[in-house]
């Protein structure tokens, strides 16, 4: 089984350890700025797994403003975006070697994965398809599949390495790790699907991309709607095995991400396919805080 790295004792008290923490720290709010869903379900988390969780946060967040116009808004051009991310990934390389960067969030990064027992073998297919995100306008199935593994389902596998190593989590045999892989990997695919729906307008108008085939805002259907959404359901729902045999600590806190996103689908079912991509559905903050206690109320039933 692996074992997460530890830090030898003679480094647990040197400026290492400030500097790791500041990291991890500007990583928080990385993710409070940018994410109130994924910040108010972090927050049930005990400290130290929350702050690990938002380091990889943070380092797939500014992946994304690489590539989704923050660099071309600064002035960059296609070739300077190309280069920023090529360079993005080779510090991240360098860090996860060497458990040292000049860039903040890419240094909490590599403590987090160092510690945990990740690396390359999943951060290489994530920067694969945000390379991606320059180089395809249009997705076909067998596309749509390697850039959904590379963009959601390695991130939910990421935090699956923070979460096992959590005590209570239910991961002691073959048979258990795969499941947890599994359903991580399902649910990391529902929440970008999510996202693909509510995001069709802006990523096809502004950043000219077509995620998912059949779905061109000009010639979405309402059968195709319904099919999306009968797909990520299904990913949803493959999901809930592998959230259940977390910790409780964890579980509380993947139960509400759960229970946000499948209230975004059921926001998302209702608005008509002509109208999708002319209105960004959001989940008020009243029913986001309901959704927050029932998960936490759940839980402590199931402890």
């Known amino acids: 089984m692996r074992t997460p790295m530890k830090l030898p004792a ?71 975006v190309r ?40 951060t290489e297919p994530f920067f694969a398809s945000m390379r991606a995100d320059l180089e395809v306008a249009e997705h076909d199935g067998a596309s749509l599949e390697d850039y959904i593994y590379g963009s959601a ?15 209570g989590t239910r991961a002691q045999t073959p048979e258990q790790r795969e499941m947890l892989r599994s359903t991580a990997r399902r649910l990391g695919a529902a929440f970008q699907k999510v996202n693909f729906l509510r995001d069709l307008g802006a990523d096809h108008d502004q950043l000219g991309r077509t995620y998912l085939p059949g779905a061109d805002p000009a010639h979405l259907t309402e059968d195709r709607k319904a099919a999306l959404l ?19 600590r964890a579980r509380r806190a993947v139960s509400m991400a759960h229970g946000l996103f499948t209230e975004l689908a059921r926001r998302i079912e209702r608005v008509p396919a002509r109208e999708l991509s002319t209105r960004r ?13 029932r998960a936490i109320a759940d839980t402590e039933v199931t402890a």
């Open 10 to 80: 003679e480094r647990a008290h040197t400026p290492l350890r400030l500097y790791t923490g500041t990291a991890l720290a500007s990583s928080g709010v990385v993710i409070g700025e940018y994410s109130t869903s994924f910040s108010l379900a972090c927050r049930t988390l005990p400290g130290p797994v929350r702050r690990d969780i938002a380091g990889i946060y943070a380092l797939v967040r500014v992946a994304d403003e690489i590539v989704d116009g923050t660099a071309r808004a600064a002035g960059l051009d296609d070739r300077a």
């Open 83 to 122: 280069r920023a991310l090529d360079g993005y990934e080779a510090a991240v390389d360098r860090a996860l070697e060497t458990g040292f960067s000049t860039d903040l969030v890419v240094h909490g990064f590599a403590d987090v994965a160092r510690r945990h027992g990740f690396g390359r073998e999943l």
């Open 153 to 167: 389902e390695v991130v939910g596998l990421m935090c699956l390495e923070v979460f096992t190593d959590m005590p």
């Open 230 to 248: 009968a797909d990520l359901d299904a990913d949803l729902d493959a999901a809930v095995p592998g959230i259940l045999a977390l910790d409780r």
């Open 281 to 293: 559905v959001s989940v008020p903050t009243a029913v986001k805080l309901q959704i927050a206690a």
